[in-house]
């Protein structure tokens, strides 16, 4: 029994202790808080920061295009440009740029495909 309580007693006080430095390094540094990341400024310099801004300028394309077709074709376009972006990237499928490649491809192509909506008055 005296062991348990022991253990009880000191799980208790390291706990206790954990939230009261928990709550004095909140007290003196209130500005780790509120940091927030730094935001990322497209195109990017670093190899993660390209790859947001290229799905970024993806999810714009692909929006746009799903306003101007059925989910049915949207569907069909997506599977086209994906086979055709990672056939075209193939080369680069171990590098760490390969999925930067990949979704600007379907970027570049969404954006032909709105082009030519443009052109026909769309």
Known sequence: MTAFKMTFSHTCVSEALKRLLLVAGLTLFPDVVSAQPAAIQCPGDTTPEMRYCAEQAWRRSDAQLREKVSPELMQQWQDA????????????????????LVVGCDDNLNRALLKEFRGLGN
């Open 81 to 100: 440009t994906k086979a055709l972006c990672a056939a075209a990237y193939a080369s680069y499928l171990e590098g760490t740029i390969y999925p930067q």
